[in-house]
């Protein structure tokens, strides 16, 4: 085989796994705006004849036939939820990565081998104590009690992820600041974090997606409208007695599409984020 | 008034003590180089005078006003490191500026302080550039211009030209010296590049081992060393060396080689004493090249091993004793190799040391 | 306690920077963890609470130990992961080759990789439970619409196929976090070694083999260290797409935990389970940090 037939072959092999990879999302996106009349039509209706927006109407209590479900208040607690234990888990993880990256003291390879342990501990394993203990001191079904989970459970990650960033700046910078009249304070903010900050955006986009995508330890910790995220709200639906596959594809689309803005802005610092941490001893 | 002291500085990271007392007076103006081997504890001590480092024991004094608790920012000094630490993101304007700016200076004597510098160190076309965009010798000169723009006083370097090639090394050398010309202040400079030492110091000091070996002009402890350490450290090609046992006025080495017991160090020896013998190739050259005016000299025949023709002078690789040995030819003409010549070594620029401690038997 | 008050002091800083840190982990993990191993000693059910009080010593772990439902479970999760990782490795190790040697379009395609990466494992599971769907399904309207099935295809009811769906949408999930860092270990990948050892005479298969996949193991454990750290993520996929159903045929560890505690209400024997599952991802995550370490240190040839 020729070396141009080959690179032809390998693009159209690459091709189809691309294919594989978008097609079901964008076959989701698709029934989104579909009517559930069309989708369960026998045999299968392949080019849609009439798109609609009723789906996304009814999920926000717009058109004619309303949702049992609130959407909107479930958007609303997982967009309140993942920002606020987003920004928290960038500033412990920063504080704790700054000191792994910067400051010797015994035990501290034990202690960052603990914190990644941490979090490996599965959420449904660790959402049964939580559940009860929450449950005694009011926490359970509560922002703040899932804020407070999710906020743990990013921090091991973003300590990982800054820590290796914190390393890739000098030292002495810090100490070039500190002769030229900063205190330690001044010299971390206006030497350090401005040269770590692609690498902290990328530990908060994480720590975000892996709130906003969460549902083992929610599905436990939340109950009602006052708490509930998009995951969880997901299986609304299917709790009912037929399932409304249009709402739910609307609704997928929904939680997909601020994590998907979110990780296209920032795509090229994910990457270095990930191998930096890891690779660079 | 900026005069530099260090009384009896220790550092000690854990149990390990890597400086041992340091005592060490600089004067106002004055440009002082520490010089020594890797590891020897030049950095540590530079660091502890910036407030890099605490200071495990001990007093440092800047302008009469003890420092070792003080924070860097409250020292008056500036530092230029060793790979430069400028601020990638900033410009070299900004870089400039930068300290100027923290001490909350209205904007328009910044402007006017970091156009001095910058006049000062040629870097007026480069102000808009990253430090990225600089080559390495403009970047060693931001972070000159940086240490200047605040008037400090007290300089201190760490190895500032490690990171350049042999020429440009050069080029900033006289460059530096310049400026310690233009902007008269205190400068205490760290390297272990002896040539740097001997061109830019007024005095330098020499430390091995977290300790200083001696103190002196770069004249005084290249022409009377202290001990051999000294005597091998400074001075390039470094100074030949040769065991022997005085014998009646003379240095009597293994085999039948002799030299006479240089003038200097008459009386100060004593019969059967074992001693080091020290000169350098440049007092050693073959009879007919040697310059007029040299003083007392002796009389050696060396069979040569290997000539090395620098142009102006060659390097003449020999033996005494066993000991490889070299001179120096001026005038050179070709030489080949086994070829017997006749020598002269100029006696008032030889040595004795003591062979088991290797001090100077000078005093 | 002296020796604790100078270490506190000495290392006053980096500790007070730690603190958040571990705090929140102690008070989130460590403690609840430690009441559930106190619970998994107990015969604690959420319907009375004073049972909380009654210890029962080993009993959790020895009935665990004896059920033979839990162990199916803990047998399907281990073969889960293994069929899992080690295709996700295989397919994000041939995929990042194939996309590095791709110059037409090579950035999209990057681009279309991270996909994936985004989706929460919950839409996930809901995806294929949408396209494997028996009735209106994507998949089995396109079979039957082309003609090669006849009768709809049972893909989450029966066994095996089950199985192989959630598999199928555990990787579609997950291999690309293994394509995205073995294609950024390509990008960094020194290109001297590889002219060395084809002048040196290696074939292609003997360039890869010494060559490149050294260079990349280090990137491919990362890959496999973060994928660890979140191997739960499946419970989400499986209780979306099946429940662990029907009658318990795809129950996976997780799975059986989250019913024995909360359907079943047995909050000691789910904790004694968790334990177990504790171990698992512990075990997974532990092993593959230190083939990390190993890596680098080994990479440092390079
Ligand atoms: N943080 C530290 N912990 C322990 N030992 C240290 C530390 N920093 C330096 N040392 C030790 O202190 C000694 C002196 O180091 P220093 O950096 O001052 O050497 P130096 O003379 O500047 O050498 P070089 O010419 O290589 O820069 C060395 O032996 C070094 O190993
Ligand atoms: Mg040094």
Not at chain 1, 244 to 263: K, R
Not at chain 3, 95 to 107: E, F, P, S, Y
Request: proline share 5%.
């Amino acid at each position: 085989m020729s070396r141009a037939m080959k690179d032809r072959l390998i693009w159209a092999v690459t091709f189809l796994v691309m294919l594989i990879i978008c097609l079901p999302g964008l076959w989701v996106v698709l029934s989104a705006f579909r009517t559930n009349g069309e989708i369960l039509t026998k045999p299968a209706v392949w080019i849609p004849q009439n798109l609609t927006l009723d789906n996304f109407r009814a999920i926000f209590g717009l058109g004619e036939n309303v949702l049992a479900i609130p959407v909107g208040s479930y958007f609303l607690n997982s967009l309140v939820i993942s920002v606020t234990s987003t920004v928290l888990a960038v500033m412990i993880g920063m504080s704790g990565g700054y000191a792994f990256a910067r400051h010797r003291f015994p035990g501290k390879s034990g202690a960052f081998l603990w914190l990644m342990l941490s979090r490996t501990v599965p959420g449904i394993a660790l959402s049964l104590p939580l559940f009860i203990l929450w449950s005694w001191i009011g926490l359970i079904d509560t922002k703040l009690g899932v804020i407070v989970v999710y906020t743990a459970i990013n921090v091991p990650f973003t300590v990982w992820l800054t820590e290796g960033f914190f390393r890739q700046v000098p030292r002495d910078l810090s100490e070039a600041a500190q002769i030229d009249g900063c205190t330690p304070w001044q010299a971390f903010w206006k030497v350090e974090f401005p040269l770590a900050r692609s690498g902290i955006a990328s530990a908060g986009i994480f720590a975000f997606l892996t709130s906003w995508n969460e549902y083992a330890l929610a599905s436990q910790l939340t109950r009602s409208t006052d708490s509930k995220t998009l995951p969880v709200g997901l299986m609304d639906f299917t709790a009912q007695f037929t399932i409304d596959w249009a709402g739910m594809c609307a609704m997928a689309v929904i939680i997909i599409i601020p994590a998907l803005i979110l990780t296209f802005l920032v795509q090229k610092h994910l990457i270095a984020g990930l191998t930096f941490g890891g690779v660079k001893g | 008034m900026a005069e530099v002291t260090l009384r009896k500085i220790v550092k000690n990271y854990g149990a390990l003590e890597v400086v041992h007392g340091i005592d060490l007076d600089i004067a106002h103006n004055e440009f002082v180089v520490l010089v020594g081997p890797s590891g020897c504890g030049k950095s540590t001590t530079l660091r502890m005078i910036a407030g890099l480092e605490e200071v495990s024991g001990g007093e440092i004094a800047i302008g009469g006003r003890v420092v070792n608790t003080l924070p860097p920012r409250a020292r008056n000094i500036s530092m230029v490191f060793q790979n430069y630490a400028l601020y990638p993101h900033m410009t070299v304007r900004e870089n400039l500026g930068f300290s100027l700016k923290i001490a909350g200076r209205p904007p328009a004597e910044i402007e006017k302080a970091t156009d001095e510098a910058a006049a000062i160190l040629g870097l007026a076309d480069y102000m808009d550039r990253t430090p990225g965009e600089l080559s390495g010798g403009q970047r060693q000169r931001v972070a000159m211009g940086r240490a200047i723009v605040r008037h400090p006083d007290v300089f201190l370097f760490d190895e500032p030209l490690s990171n350049l090639d042999a020429k440009l090394r050069t080029q900033m050398r006289v460059e530096i010296k310049k400026l310690h010309q233009k902007v008269k202040t205190t400068i205490v400079y760290v390297t272990h590049d002896q040539v740097e030492a001997m061109t830019l110091a007024d005095r330098i000091v020499i430390m091995k081992d977290g300790h200083i070996v001696q103190t002196g002009t770069p004249l005084e402890v290249f022409e009377r060393p202290a001990n051999t350490f000294v005597a091998t450290f400074i001075g390039s090609p470094p100074m030949n060396l040769v065991d022997g046992v005085v014998a009646g006025g003379e240095v009597r080495f293994a085999g039948d080689a002799s030299l006479p017991v240089p003038p200097a160090f008459r009386g100060r020896v004593q019969e059967g004493q074992r001693v080091t013998y020290g000169f350098r190739a440049d007092n050693l050259m073959p009879a007919g090249h040697a310059m007029t005016g040299i003083g007392e000299t002796a009389d050696i025949d060396l069979t040569i091993a290997l000539a090395e023709p620098l142009g102006a002078e060659t390097i003449l690789l020999s033996e005494l004793a066993g000991v490889e040995i070299q001179g120096k030819m001026y005038n050179p003409r070709a030489v080949a190799a086994g070829e017997r010549l006749s020598c002269l070594l100029a006696l008032d620029h030889a040595h004795l040391f003591d062979a088991e401690t290797g001090a100077s038997l000078r005093t | 306690m002296t020796r604790l008050r100078r270490y506190a002091r000495d290392h006053a800083v980096p500790l007070a920077l730690l603190s958040p840190a571990v705090l929140v982990i102690l008070l989130v993990v460590l403690l609840p963890l430690l009441f559930s191993f106190y619970t998994s000693f107990s015969n604690y059910r959420l319907i009375r609470p004073d049972s909380l009080w009654d210890w029962v010593g080993f009993r959790n772990y020895l009935r665990v130990l004896g059920d033979g439902d839990f162990w199916s479970a803990f047998g399907r999760t281990v073969l889960f992961l293994t069929v899992a990782l080690n295709l996700e490795m295989l397919l994000g190790l041939g995929l990042a080759l194939m996309v590095n040697r791709i110059t037409w379009g090579q950035r999209t395609m990057r681009t279309i990789m991270m996909f994936p990466m985004m989706f929460s494992p919950i839409l996930v599971g809901f995806q294929f439970k949408y396209l494997f769907n028996d009735t209106i399904g994507l998949v089995n309207n396109a079979l039957q619409s082309l003609g090669l099935a006849s009768e709809p295809i049972p893909f989450l009811v029966d066994r095996w196929l089950a199985f192989a769906a959630i598999a199928f949408a555990e990787i579609w999930m997950s291999t690309s976090i293994f394509a995205i860092l073995i294609l950024a270990g390509l990008f960094a990948m020194p290109k001297d070694p590889i002219e060395a050892a084809r002048v040196d005479g290696c074939s292609n298969w003997q360039v890869f083999r010494h060559i490149t996949l050294p260079f990349l193991m280090p990137f491919i454990y990362i890959a496999m260290t973060i994928r660890s750290l979140d191997v739960a993520r499946a419970y989400d996929i499986v209780d979306v797409m099946t429940g662990g159903g029907p009658a318990g045929r795809t129950e996976l560890l997780w799975t059986l935990i989250a019913r024995t505690a909360y359907d079943d209400a047995r909050m000691g024997r789910a904790n004694a389970m968790a334990y177990f599952s504790i171990l698992l991802s512990i075990f997974f995550t532990w092993f593959f940090f230190r083939k990390l370490m190993a890596a680098r240190r080994h990479l440092g040839a390079f």
